[in-house]
């Protein structure tokens, strides 16, 4: 008899476990949003764990241009740091002016030149007569691509103004001697408490390119269990490969690769790195590379590739209706990280996202 009973409680107990099975798929089905939000419970409680540093901003630059190009600002505690100043010899200006109001010493302890074409180095050089952002501030060390095509005038004088910095004391290095560790580059430089600013392995490094873009030096900004990747204008090739080569991890930010373009920030890169922000310097909507309102920066095909991952998308600029001249989209872009805080964008003109803007809704789809 007890048994009996002992076998019937287990059955009921069978039936019990398996209506409590059916009842979690169900809620899984029609209420994914429960289970997003149990797993970010989780995320956060790691992310706010693991994170014990200074206060990190990565800002993306407006370059008072019409013209698509990049320079990004990062300040890791008192550190500073500048990636690339672009577009034209004339934005040297406008990105002294703004890097002015953070770096109060007068000393960039990392620039990093990503690749030769000019969108990205020739506000280092500045216009003729004038000062470029090279001629502007100290620099402690140098950090470019290790090789290149370029015979232009902006490469040779990017160049002329890097030696000359040498002469001064500031330490040069390519993106293969830091990964190396050779000849007193790092591959980890720490940055301040708690940040990190590690140079990832691009094979194009060491093997030739006919594309330019495939150069780019790629870095990883790391400040805990928070990633924040800047891949300059690597191309689809490049991407692949630095997949392959690199372990990387899942990023709180993703500099879109190529300002936007449809040959960059592919599935095989942003499938690993599930990018949660995705900052794209580009001026939108300009017709500076091609008619096409489709291929356009930013593209309808990385956005079709970007949506996938995150609606979090900001762009700096926006091209004029005449194509005259530009106005801001977000402006200058404005990403913090502190402990114990989720991230945070802020742009100086709105805080629109991308799909939310009068532009995309008139030439883009979110599909
Ligand atoms: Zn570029």
Redesign the pocket.
């Known amino acids: 008899m007890a048994k009996k009973r002992r076998k019937s409680s287990s059955k009921f107990f069978i039936i019990l476990f398996v209506l409590f099975v059916i009842c979690v798929v169900a809620l899984f089905i029609v209420k994914p949003e429960v289970f997003k939000s149990i797993t970010n419970l989780f995320n956060k409680k790691d992310n706010q764990t693991t994170i014990n540093s200074d206060d990190l901003t990565i800002h993306f630059l407006e370059l008072g241009v019409k013209n698509?190009?990049?320079s990004i600002y990062i300040k890791a505690g008192d550190t500073d740091i500048l990636i690339d100043a672009?577009s034209t010899k004339e934005s040297a200006s406008t990105i002294t002016k703004y890097l002015n109001q953070y770096v109060t010493d007068g000393k960039l302890e990392y620039v990093i030149a990503t690749h030769g074409?000019k969108?990205?180095i020739s506000a280092f050089v500045g216009p003729k007569g004038e000062s470029g952002v090279l001629d502007s501030f100290k620099v402690d060390t140098i950090i470019d691509f290790p090789r290149t095509t370029k015979t232009t005038t902006i490469y040779k004088d990017y160049v002329a103004k890097r030696e000359n910095l040498v002469k001064q004391g500031t330490k040069h290095f390519t993106a293969l001697e830091c990964f190396n560790n050779e000849n007193g580059a790092k591959r980890v430089y720490e940055l301040s408490k708690g940040i990190e600013l590690e140079i990832l392995y691009n094979k194009f490094y060491e093997e030739n390119t006919t594309d330019e873009?495939n150069n780019s030096v790629c870095l990883m900004i790391n400040q805990g269990s928070r990633h924040f990747l800047f891949t300059g204008?690597l191309e689809k090739e490049g991407e692949d490969a630095l997949v392959k080569n690199n372990k990387l991890p899942e990023v709180e930010l993703f500099k879109a690769g190529?300002?936007g373009s449809k040959t960059s920030s592919n599935d095989a890169l942003l499938s690993v790195i599930k990018p949660k922000i995705v900052c794209v310097c580009c001026c939108a909507g300009s017709d500076e590379y091609t008619k096409i309102d489709d291929n356009m920066f930013p593209t309808q095909a990385f956005i079709s590739r970007v949506c996938k991952y995150t609606d979090k998308v900001y762009v700096t600029s926006l091209a004029t209706e005449d194509q005259s001249s530009f106005t801001s989209m977000n402006g200058n872009i404005v990403v913090t990280s502190k402990k114990d805080q989720e991230v945070m964008v802020n742009c100086s003109n709105n805080n629109t996202i991308l799909k939310d803007t009068e532009w995309f809704k008139k030439h883009r789809k979110w599909e």
């Open positions: 698509t190009g990049d672009g074409d969108d990205h873009n204008d190529h300002h």
